[in-house]
């Protein structure tokens, strides 16, 4: 039986957080862009961009990035992957990149997407913004900006709901799963 880790209030009160906490960061927008990993990073980049430009009264380039390419286990899979698009239609060159996903676990991911990044250009920084850091690291990765830290056992499965795929917003962890 799942339980539940953030319901819909609590959730969106850390996204706002993080959204503050990016512009403090940030001194503001200037130069600021947000960066999705697909599939469930993308709904954060997009509720930090509305609540930025709610707060800011400006709308931030944000731009959607698919890692399959980019994953160190891409060809270790019995079928092929699965590609998705990558959108990313400005240059982030010099741009301060705020990467965005939904839970950060071993860091793998996030590797990947750093990698992926690269390929567009020579940005100024990237910080990374997630919903759940939940631990376990495998590589020298942290985010910047989380919503909530949960110790959890490697076999445990958490999974961040958003209402525009998943029909509700919500972090559930699920025991023993893997």
């Not at 609590?10 to 001194?27: C, D, Q, T, V």
């Not at 160190?72 to 982030?92: H, M, R, Y």
């Not at 990698?115 to 990374?128: E, K, N, S, T, Y």
């Given at each position: 039986m799942p339980s539940t880790l953030l319901n819909s209030q609590e959730m969106n009160r850390a996204i706002s957080r993080i959204a503050h906490?990016?512009?403090?960061?940030?001194?503001?927008?200037?130069?600021?862009?947000?960066?999705?990993?697909?599939?469930?990073?993308?709904?954060?980049?997009?509720?930090?961009?509305?609540k930025i430009a709610a707060i800011e009264s400006t709308t931030l380039e944000m731009g959607l990035l698919d890692i399959t390419l980019y994953r160190d286990d891409v060809g270790q899979a019995a079928q092929k992957p699965i590609l998705k698009k990558t959108e990313i239609p400005f240059s982030l060159s010099d741009k301060k990149i705020v990467?965005?996903?939904?839970?950060?676990?071993?860091?793998?991911t996030i590797r990947a997407a750093i990698d992926g990044i690269m390929d567009f250009g020579r940005p100024a920084c990237v910080q990374l913004a997630v919903i759940i850091d939940r631990g376990h690291r495998e590589l020298p990765i942290r985010p910047d900006f989380v919503g909530k830290n949960i110790p959890t056992s490697r076999d445990m499965m958490v999974k961040v709901k958003f209402k525009e795929v998943d029909g509700e917003d919500k972090v559930v962890v699920h025991e023993g799963a893997s």
């Amino acid at each position: 039986m799942p339980s539940t880790l953030l319901n819909s209030q609590e959730m969106n009160r850390a996204i706002s957080r993080i959204a503050h906490e990016i512009l403090e960061k940030n001194h503001g927008t200037e130069n600021l862009v947000l960066v999705g990993i697909r599939t469930r990073g993308v709904y954060l980049a997009e509720r930090l961009r509305d609540k930025i430009a709610a707060i800011e009264s400006t709308t931030l380039e944000m731009g959607l990035l698919d890692i399959t390419l980019y994953r160190d286990d891409v060809g270790q899979a019995a079928q092929k992957p699965i590609l998705k698009k990558t959108e990313i239609p400005f240059s982030l060159s010099d741009k301060k990149i705020v990467l965005c996903d939904d839970v950060l676990f071993t860091g793998r991911t996030i590797r990947a997407a750093i990698d992926g990044i690269m390929d567009f250009g020579r940005p100024a920084c990237v910080q990374l913004a997630v919903i759940i850091d939940r631990g376990h690291r495998e590589l020298p990765i942290r985010p910047d900006f989380v919503g909530k830290n949960i110790p959890t056992s490697r076999d445990m499965m958490v999974k961040v709901k958003f209402k525009e795929v998943d029909g509700e917003d919500k972090v559930v962890v699920h025991e023993g799963a893997s």
